[in-house]
Structure formats: C-alpha cells, structure tokens
Nanobody, 121 residues
C-alpha cells in the first residue's frame, strides 16, 4: 500500500524559511514524478514543484521559482521542499503527490494527507 506522509509544516514569519518533507513507502518510485501542491482556503489546489525520482530533474511554478527548492533523498525515500523568503500568500496546506507518467503535468496517482504552512506578516 502506497503511503505519502508529509511533515515539517508550521508557523513562520514572512521572509523566513521552512523545509517540509514527504516520506514515501509501499512501492518503488523510480519511474515516478514526485510533486508538491498547495491549497489555500477558498482556492483551488495548485502545482508548486515536481522532481523526477530517478534523475532529479526539477520543475517549478513561476510563483515559487527562485525561492523554493525541491529535492529527494533516494536512500531515505523522502522528498523535500525547502521554502525560503516565504510570503503570507504562501500560506496553504501543502500536499505531496506521486505520478507515474511521461511528464510532470497530469493526474497524480497518490496523495499525502497534507501539512499546514502558515506565514505571518
């Protein structure tokens, strides 16, 4: 059974940093894209970043490019999202997801339960 478990969310001041983690288990993810998405209250869920599990190629939404960094540790089966220069508009529930496909865009097959990130002004 595939499990994606996020951790590391919390409250941080604007301009601060936070790293959230996603521990993956239940299958081999070598052919997968691992993504981070977020959903703010009253808004639709949006793409944040993705990485290929095998080669580490990364993709970012324009709104976080240059501030956020996605990475993965194969030995720990964990994906990270390092968030720097945080803004109040980054406040959302952040979800980890996995997709077995040819590109990072499209339907994701597995989702975590989410972790809350709150940025105070």
């Amino acid at each position: 059974q595939v499990q994606l478990v996020e951790s590391g969310g919390g409250l941080v001041q604007a301009g601060g940093s936070l790293r959230i983690s996603c521990a993956a288990s239940g299958r081999t993810f070598s052919s997968y894209y691992m993504g981070w998405f977020r959903q703010a209250p009253g808004q639709e869920r949006e793409f944040v970043a993705a990485i290929t599990w095998s080669g580490g190629t990364t993709y970012y939404a324009d709104s976080v490019k240059g501030r956020f960094t996605i990475s993965r540790d194969k030995a720990k089966d964990t994906v990270y999202l390092q968030m720097n220069s945080l803004k109040p508009e980054d406040t959302a529930v952040y979800y980890c997801a996995a997709r077995n496909g040819l590109y990072y865009k499209g339907k994701y097959d597995y989702w975590g339960q989410g972790t809350q990130v709150t940025v105070s002004s």
